[in-house]
């Protein structure tokens, strides 16, 4: 019979944690009779995952971000010994690393299995062949990712052009460049759009828009997987024949979203898709690769970032960025 109450609580029931971050709490345990057990440990780990079939073979990869950390709670781990009934409280800490790469909590949310975990466990060891107690809880951990980078700071543009129909019907061509004001953002910053389409064909375009995207690729056994989905979008009136449309400074705010990763096994990347709609027609795209970011610009903003100017030394400090950064959760726990 396993205990009455078995639970890892958080200090402060925080559950976002940056590298360095240390993580504190305990593991409740309440037995309704005193219990035989080698030992109470519990265990931090940091892993990602990716898994698809794919022409009936299974492809999969797995990566480890850090060595298991182990707290040894109560016990010698080699002989039995009895714990009393009643509550038990067993205080742990751990220190992430600061060293090497800890990529930002992620779970997919489309075929195939993708995840990015940080987890505790706590285990009551058992003697001979009487199963083990466990109970799990997923903590979220994400990198630090500054968009004040100088290489980040600079604007980026597109250009392209496309011509309607061929040969003896081909109609002046449509062209459309596009610049933005830096390279990363945070959520609930803006991303300033500016753009130049001239339509010289004789249809005439039905809309003008930009469309922020999210691009999850996967990648195993030497094949990759990859989803795409849309998550801000603002669009304007169409471009008559003959006539042009030019954005100066439009605002797209970017939404709650996750930083940018960029492992080996798994990628979350966003692209700026600015879009002539053409009827009857392919229609004509450039695309502008950026980052999303967790610590807020720090410069003039281009608009309305949502974090006061106050907060923004206080940001470059590591150890206040979980009270700062208003980061959602996007992982549940699992027990």
């Known amino acids: 019979m396993g205990p009455r109450v078995f639970t890892i609580n958080l200090l402060g029931n925080n559950e976002t944690y940056f590298p360095g971050s240390v993580i ?20 931090l780990t940091g892993n990602a995952y990716v898994h698809w079939t794919e022409d009936k073979t299974n492809c999969s990869a797995a990566v480890s971000f850090f060595e298991d950390m182990t707290v040894h709670l109560w016990g010698n781990g080699s002989d039995s010994e009895e714990m009393a009934s009643g509550e038990h409280e067993f205080p742990f800490r751990f220190q992430l690393p600061t060293d090497g790469r800890l990529p930002s909590s992620y779970e997919s949310d489309f075929g ?34 500054d968009v004040n980078k100088p290489r980040l700071m600079s604007p980026s543009s597109k ?33 300033s759009i500016s753009t130049e389409a001239d339509n010289h064909s004789n249809r005439r375009v039905n809309s003008v828009r930009a469309t922020l995207k999210q691009v999850v690729t996967m990648f195993a ?58 009827p009857r027609a392919i229609d004509l795209h450039v695309e502008i690769p950026l980052k999303i970011g967790n610590v807020p610009y720090n410069g003039e903003p281009a608009a309305e970032s949502g974090f006061r100017a106050t907060n923004r030394d206080a940001l470059h400090d590591s150890s206040a960025l979980p009270y700062l950064l208003n980061q959602p959760t996007y992982l549940s726990n699992a027990y």
């Open 221 to 278: 056994c030497g094949k990759s997987r990859c989803h795409t989905k849309n998550i801000e979008r603002i669009e304007d009136i169409g471009i008559e024949a003959h006539g042009s449309s030019n954005w100066n400074n439009k605002l797209l705010l970017v939404p709650s979203t996750i930083p940018t990763i960029d492992i080996h096994i798994l990628t979350v990347s966003y692209v700026l898709t600015v879009t002539l709609g053409i």
């Open 159 to 191: 250009s392209k052009e496309k011509t309607l129909c061929c040969l003896w019907c081909a109609s002046g061509p449509l062209t459309l460049s596009a610049t933005i004001d830096r390279g990363a953002y945070c959520p609930g910053e803006s991303i």
């Open 112 to 145: 195939p299995t993708g995840y990015i975990h940080y987890s505790l466990k706590a285990t009551i060891v058992r003697s001979g062949l009487k199963l083990n107690h466990n109970t799990k809880r997923i903590i979220n951990v994400n990198e630090i990712v």
């Open 24 to 43: 504190e709490g305990n593991v409740v345990l309440e037995l309704s009779k005193p219990k035989l057990m080698k030992r109470l440990k519990i265990v």
